[in-house]
């Protein structure tokens, strides 16, 4: 085997060691005290609002680049349409 192969050996050993390590860990497992705790208490209730405001940003940005696409093609559309009637009347 060659050095780079057996450095890459090495590494995928550890981080298979490392990822059973933590895995192994029943500590790690359990939630937060946001999560765990009492769904009507006002951190419960921020944590959800904010993740309704991040949905709505990351919506209004997924229709802003949809919007963009649409623009994109209808022009496209219209430009080639306008060119295919200047050859129509240019070979008439």
Do not use: H, W
């Not at 050996?9 to 550890?14: F, L, N, Q, V």
């Not at 933590?22 to 944590?47: K, M, N, T």
């Not at 919007?67 to 008439?92: D, I, T």
Request: aromatic letters at 4%; hydrophobic letters at 50%.
């Amino acid at each position: 085997m060659s050095k780079a192969m057996n450095i890459a050996k090495r590494g995928r050993t550890a981080a298979l060691s490392l990822g059973l390590a933590i895995l192994s860990q029943p500590g790690g497992a359990r939630a937060c005290a946001v999560c765990y705790g009492e769904p009507d208490s006002p951190a419960s209730q921020g944590l959800t609002m904010a993740i309704l405001a991040l949905a709505v940003v990351v919506m209004g940005v997924l229709g802003g680049v949809v919007a963009f696409f649409v623009q994109a093609s209808r022009k496209a559309g219209r430009l080639e349409a306008a060119a295919a009637g200047n050859a129509m009347s240019v070979s008439s």
